[in-house]
């Protein structure tokens, strides 16, 4: 009785109410978390999802615009600027720095020190072949403006940039492309399609004009589903061989042509 | 289980991923593509020939400039494939060298020129310089197409020439590698010596001259596939021959005779044989031979006659004959050892002097409707025989050829009062009258 009763120690309080709240509980948040997956995904859009999709601005490089007195970049140093840009060609790996052997302890033993084995995760059979760059190959930002498929055009209508690696042949030389259309459409024979398929799904006939304008690879690429028509589409291409030789300022060995035979008569 | 799968799913699309990238790069990377078709509103390419100015005030500069003009003129005009802008729609300024040129005002109408073709004359010592250029109008960045420069001498042949090459030049470049025909010659039969000899002339008529000289009937010329030889009919030895003669050399070839008939020689397109009509065996029928005369073959039996035989040039392993087994004249079909014989045309009436188009696909021959009684050129397609009449109530129209373009068509006719030879486009369309001295027959066109 000396001893000081402290009633809080001693009473015995029951745990079911705050348990049965804490299931309670627990079973609304795993029942909304479930109701969100269920409705939630429908009402409006996720997250990290664009709201106003199509306003993506698409933007193609080119060294410079014509229409644009952009200052001429100096050439100061013919240092290599080290730059973020992958560059056109791979670079050489920078060489990993030697395991520091000053760190390791010396062993007792006089043996050469036994650096271990880098393990191979790669499939050792496969030989992963090295890119060589060309010996003429400039890494991106240390040469000057490049000198590939690049042109500027001035049409009727203003200034024209055309960016690399899209040379649009048929805009350069529109009358090479009419030359080789008349060609061909006057050696494609509507007579020897015969004279009750009035019209036909177009036939794609792709091929590849060489340098001294003869046809190679001519082949469908799509059928328009009549034997007939696809035969005599492949037959105008090559009663056509040899067109006329690629134009002389043309840099390139071969043209593709994409071709299609539209029937309708 | 589940995770490995997913592994090998993983590893298995990686080379499919590499290949779909593979052919990306490698649809970029080709030098350069374009995407055309047919039935897009086709035009023929509608070209500007102003004057060549002459930079040489030597009169026979000037004059061989106006030649120059003219045959150029006239060569791309009777292309078959270009449109020539009529003069009174250029512009003033007519330019001689690239930075003249007005690119606005040629591609604007009235002119609304594509190409454009120009340059200048000039003399240089004793030589007669012609600087042409072709400009794409229409691509003001870019225009060149041709710059070409021939030397000529001093006279109206070379300047003729050089006219012709460059109108060459711009027909193989606009219509697509056919190479133009304005360097070819054609082959005839004229009489305006007195006795109808073989002459050569230039394609549009200039430069006749005259190949063989026997006093006698000369007949059927037909060139050689490389344009060496002239093989036709001659009665010099008062029998009818077969006669071959070298326009390299200017002298006879020896070739064998036979007794009867020989006529109608015909070169196959490798140039190694000759098919011809002879009747030393009685009737006339097709025999085949080497050029130097061996290897002597008869290809065609049959009572009547066989003749005026022809090669298909494409594949020269067909030749077309005209027979009358039937009746009346009519063109046959048999391959070159003689079988397989068919007749083209089922129709009546006489259809001779049969001419294969160069690539092949139809042949130009001379009919006698058996309703009309008219003799007119027709094309039929061998693959379908559709026939197309060229000629219309002019005349009598005998003895088509191709030229080696096959855009165009030589013939004789009678429109003009007497027979002279007359050429065409291969549509009909066009005539040109290209003799008038004597009476002119029997045309063959050069290859």
Known sequence: MG?????????????????????????????????????????????????????????????????????????????????QNPGLFQNEPVPKPPPDLMAQKIPKFKEAVKIPEKKMLANPRIQKE???????????????????????????????????????????????????????????????????????????????????????????????????????????????????????????????????????? | MNIRYVKYLVLLSIPLLAILAGTRVTKSQTEGWFRTGINLGQSTVRIAVPDFASRSAD???????????????????????????????????????????????????????????????ETRGNSFVVTARLFDVHNPSNPGVLAKRYVADLNELSARDAAHRFANEIIQTLGGGLPGINLTKIAFVSNRTGHPEIWVMDYDGFNQHQIT??????????????????????????????????????????????????????????????????????????????????????????????????????????????????????????NADGTNLRRLITAGGDAEAPSWSPNGLFIAFSWSVKETGHWDIYVIEIATGRIVQLTYNAGRNEHPSWSPDGRHIVFESTRSGKREVWTMLADGSDPHELTTAGENWNPNWSN
Request: a neutral charge.
């Open chain 1, 3 to 83: 001893a000081a009763t402290f009633p809080i120690f001693n009473h015995r309080e029951s745990l079911r109410g705050a348990l049965l709240a804490s299931i309670i509980f627990h079973c609304l948040l795993a029942l909304s978390a479930l109701v969100y997956t269920i409705w939630g995904g429908r009402m409006g859009k996720g997250w990290g999802q664009s709201l106003n999709s199509g306003s993506a601005v698409h933007v193609n490089a080119v060294a410079s615009l014509p229409g644009v007195p952009l200052p001429q970049p100096r050439i100061t140093t013919p240092n290599t600027v080290a730059v």
């Open chain 1, 130 to 265: 090295k890119i060589q760059p060309p010996p003429n190959a400039i890494p991106y930002g240390q040469g000057g403006r490049p000198t590939m498929s690049y042109s500027s055009v001035t049409t009727s209508a203003g200034d024209v940039a055309i960016g690399i690696g899209q040379e649009d042949f048929g805009e350069r030389y529109g009358w090479y492309v009419q030359a080789v259309r008349n060609r061909i459409s006057s050696n494609w024979l509507l007579s020897t399609i015969s004279p009750n398929i009035l019209n036909a799904p177009r036939v794609y006939v792709d091929f590849d004009i060489n340098r001294d304008g003869s046809i190679t690879n001519a082949r469908i690429t799509q059928s328009s589903g009549i034997p007939e028509v696809d035969r005599s589409a492949l037959r105008a291409v090559l009663a056509s061989s040899p067109l006329a030789p690629l134009p002389a300022d043309y840099s390139g060995n071969k043209v593709s042509v994409e071709f299609y035979f539209d029937l309708r008569r």
């Open chain 2, 59 to 121: 009169p026979r500069a000037v004059d061989l400039t106006k030649t120059f003009n003219q045959v150029l003129w006239n060569d791309l005009n009777y292309s078959g494939i270009l449109d020539v802008v009529s003069k009174s729609l250029y512009p003033v300024n007519t330019p001689q060298e690239p930075q003249d040129v007005d690119f606005n005002g040629w591609s604007n109408p009235p002119a609304s020129a594509q190409m454009l073709a120009f340059g200048y004359t």
């Open chain 2, 213 to 334: 000289n026997y006093p006698s009937l000369n007949l059927t010329p037909r060139w050689s596939p490389d344009n060496s030889m002239l093989a036709f009919t001659s009665y010099a030895s008062g029998n009818p021959e077969i006669y071959l003669y070298s326009l390299i050399t200017n002298r006879r070839i020896p070739f064998p005779t036979y007794r009867g008939l020989n006529t109608t020689p015909a070169f196959s397109p490798d140039g190694k044989k000759i098919a011809f009509c002879s009747s030393m065996s009685g009737h006339p029928e097709i025999y085949l031979s080497d050029v130097n005369g061996l290897g002597l073959q008869r290809l065609t039996f049959s009572p009547g006659v066989n003749i005026s035989p022809v090669w298909n040039p494409k594949t020269g392993n067909e030749i077309a004959f005209v027979s009358d087994r039937s009746g009346s004249p009519q063109i046959y079909i048999m």
